[in-house]
């Protein structure tokens, strides 16, 4: 039995993966809940770990490996990996989050593709047909512009729309929920055509807890993928 780990910025996501067969369940906010959780499942043989939030919870899946008796992989962004280079001047610098995304796109898709994760930022990374990170963006995720404008402005406590659109607000809520999907739609879009060739078709594959929402007011060929954070550890760690 196999764990895979992503303790992002807000939630630790993890599945159960046995026999080839991936297992999700849900989302904990901290370590402690985790290691409770894995228990139940039995003992692993391995646990695959993306983390950054923070040595802390290495550190606790240190501790509780060796008792457990299995072995601890943690993915970091190296300079090149399944066929995909770093475009990053200092790849240790880039998020592991974003680094294994990509190489779990490049696994399932092989082409240009424009890489999305919509949690609590949001980051847009470029990845050309020969399998090149161009480099990417990151930008504060919906429930970050929400925290911020409330905390910037006296007298409104906007909240969240559950629809995604772009079209003009006719109320305060909608206006900033409709500025910020369609910020977020231009730039994912402008990130597109830079890649975008006459003989290049390119994707949008787009992950994360907002992802599945974003993708409405996405145009042209987008794909949402549950999670490819995890999907990347596979391929880093077959």
Not at 29 to 52: F, N
Not at 175 to 183: D, E
Not at 204 to 232: N, P
Request: with cysteine; proline share 4%.
């Amino acid at each position: 039995m196999i764990i895979d780990i992503d303790a992002g910025n807000s939630r630790i996501k993890w599945r159960v993966v046995k026999n080839g067969v991936s297992d999700y369940k849900p989302p904990v906010t901290d370590i402690k809940a985790l290691l409770v959780a894995v228990e139940t499942e039995g003992l692993p043989t391995r646990i695959r770990l993306s983390s950054v939030g923070g040595r802390t919870i290495a550190e606790e899946l240190e501790k509780q490996v060796a008792q457990w008796g299995c072995r601890l992989q943690q993915a970091r962004t190296t300079r090149e990996a399944a066929g995909v280079q770093c475009g990053y001047l200092e790849p240790s610098s880039m998020g592991v989050d974003r680094w294994l995304a990509l190489l779990a796109v490049r696994d399932q898709f092989k082409g240009a593709c424009v890489v999305v994760d919509a949690g609590t930022a949001i980051t847009v990374d470029l990845l050309n047909m020969q399998g090149y990170h161009l480099g990417g963006y990151i930008v504060p995720g919906f429930p970050m512009i929400y925290q911020s404008l409330n905390r910037g402005t006296s007298n409104i406590r906007l909240e969240p729309v559950s629809v995604a659109d772009c079209l003009p607000g006719k109320t305060t809520d909608e206006a900033v929920s409709h500025g910020a999907y369609l910020m977020i739609k231009t730039l994912i879009e402008a990130s597109r055509t830079t890649l975008q060739t006459k003989t290049q078709p390119v994707k949008i594959i787009v992950t994360g807890g907002d992802g599945s929402a974003l993708i409405d007011v996405l145009s042209g060929d987008c794909i949402y993928v549950r999670d490819l954070v995890l999907d990347g550890l596979e391929v880093m760690f077959p």
